[in-house]
């Protein structure tokens, strides 16, 4: 089983602040994948990466693939207490094409 | 366009018990998924089916666990017998094709999820 991990794992800040999440692997993904998922809800998906070192920008959500496409970051700039949630990356690997995902980052944004 | 549908929303068990939960994935996706989201944790894939064939299975507890999809569409996730760790949410997910790699086009991977069924086992 590979296995992706995120950190941190909790992250409170204050409105209007900015804040990185990361995840990584030991093994190469051929996708990357950022869902964020909300109480009593599944994960929707905010962004797929699929090039090494690719970077693509969602409003205020900058998502990053590492060039060897082991590792990524979601940077989120002046964050909103809408942005609160549990921000979830899943990665596609190997010929099984199983999407598996890392434990989350539960962040609370306080106004 | 309508969604993954799951059932029951909430189920509560006494441990020993069995349960079974249903999914019905949107309509023309071939790849059909439960996960089990332990509180405060990732959702951990259990199963993955392809049409009506098992991808993989290698985190599904075989012993007490077991999903199927006859038809190719829709799918169901038993549990007999429950264990208090069992307790979490199970969440069905279904996306049109797994991503693969190849020399001119990616297929999206983009994964549908419902609502979840949430178990406690008591």
């Known amino acids: 089983t590979q296995l992706l991990e995120q950190s941190p794992q909790f992250l409170s800040i204050q409105e209007g602040e900015n804040l990185t999440v990361y995840c990584n692997s030991s093994?190469?993904?051929?996708?990357l994948q950022w869902y964020r998922q909300e109480p009593g809800e599944g994960p929707v998906l905010l962004v797929t990466?699929?090039?090494?070192?690719e970077v693509k920008k969602l409003k205020r959500l900058t998502f990053q693939f590492g060039d060897a496409r082991k590792d990524s970051s979601l940077h989120i700039t002046a964050a909103q207490p809408g942005d609160t949630g549990l921000y979830l990356c899943?990665?596609?690997?190997?010929?099984?094409?199983?999407?598996?995902f890392g434990g989350g980052t539960r962040l609370m944004v306080k106004p | 366009e309508a969604g993954v549908a799951q059932s029951p929303r909430y189920k509560i068990i006494e441990k020993r018990q069995s349960v079974a939960f249903w999914c019905n994935p949107i309509s023309g996706h071939a790849t059909l998924y439960w996960y089990q989201q332990i509180l405060g944790q990732g959702p951990k894939l259990l199963i993955q089916?392809?049409?009506?064939?098992?991808?993989?299975d290698s985190q599904l507890p075989k012993d007490r666990f077991s999903a199927e999809r006859l038809k190719g569409v829709d799918s169901t996730l038993k549990i007999q017998p429950a264990k208090l760790e069992d307790s979490a949410v199970y969440l069905c997910?279904?996306?049109?094709?797994?991503?693969?790699?190849?020399?001119?086009?990616?297929?999206?991977?983009?994964?549908?999820f419902g609502q979840g069924t949430r178990l406690t086992v008591v």
């Open positions: 093994s190469v993904f051929s996708s």
């Open positions: 089916f392809q049409n009506n064939g098992v991808v993989d």
């Open positions: 997910a279904s996306s049109l094709r797994p991503g693969q790699r190849s020399s001119a086009v990616f297929m999206n991977t983009e994964a549908f």
């Open positions: 990466v699929v090039t090494g070192g």
């Open positions: 899943a990665g596609v690997y190997n010929a099984g094409n199983m999407l598996t």
